[in-house]
Each structure stands twice: as structure tokens, then as C-alpha cells.
């Protein structure tokens, strides 16, 4: 998961379109598989980046699910509430946050020209 995870942030970093969505955000995001891996995603300052050893805790919110699920939301190949619909993901948040995590995770897969349309 950490492959797809670094793989995340440097598409989403390279399209610069994005980060407006994160210019106020400061959120802590726990992904875990059920095969026991975790990562947390922090969005801070205008900027996101991934711990790789903290506590779940303090996350505000809880993404759970398997490692080809979190994979294709990850790619953007599949939206957050769908998988969560589906009953493959388990969403822990408040509804706000998890929208705009629905939309960061799927505008990242965005090709370049539609960054230019946005």
C-alpha cells in the first residue's frame, strides 16, 4: 500500500489544479487494509503528505477496506461512496470531509486537459 500511497501524492502534487481544494483543509485521514497496513494521509497548510508509523487515533477520519479496493480509490478508478456503497470500504467521518476526500482521490486520476477546462 505504501507504493500506492507515495504514487498518490506525487499525482496529486503535479496537478496543480487540486490544491485549492486543500488551501484551508487540516485533516488527518487513517487508510488500513484488512491485511494490516496502515497509513495516514495529513492535510496541513495547503500541503499533504503520508505517515507511515502513527496511531489511528488521531485520525478525523477512518478509511478500512482491502488493499484492491483502497488501490483504485487511490488511482481514482472508483469514487469513495461507491465503494462505500458496495460494502467494500468502511467509512468512518463526517460527511463533509468524506466528500471532499471523494473529490481530491477522483480529480487526482484527471488527465491535463481537463485541468485546463477546471
Do not use: W
Not at 24 to 48: D, F, M, P
Not at 49 to 69: K, N, P, R, T, V
Not at 83 to 95: C, E, F, P, T, Y
Amino acid at each position: 500500500m505504501i507504493e500506492e500511497v507515495n504514487s498518490f501524492l506525487k499525482t496529486f502534487k503535479d496537478q496543480g489544479h487540486i490544491l485549492p481544494l486543500i488551501q484551508h483543509a487540516e485533516l488527518r485521514i487513517s487508510l488500513s487494509t484488512t491485511e494490516q497496513q496502515s497509513v495516514q494521509l495529513v492535510i496541513k497548510n495547503g500541503e499533504i503528505f503520508a505517515l507511515y508509523e502513527s496511531q489511528q487515533d488521531q485520525a478525523i477520519c477512518q478509511i478500512h477496506g482491502g488493499l484492491q479496493e483502497l488501490k483504485q480509490l487511490l488511482e481514482g478508478k472508483e469514487r469513495l461512496r461507491v465503494l462505500q456503497r458496495n460494502g467494500v470500504l468502511n467509512v468512518k467521518g463526517a460527511l463533509r470531509t468524506v466528500l471532499l476526500l471523494e473529490s481530491l482521490f477522483y480529480l487526482t486520476k484527471a488527465q491535463t486537459n481537463l485541468a485546463e477546462i477546471i
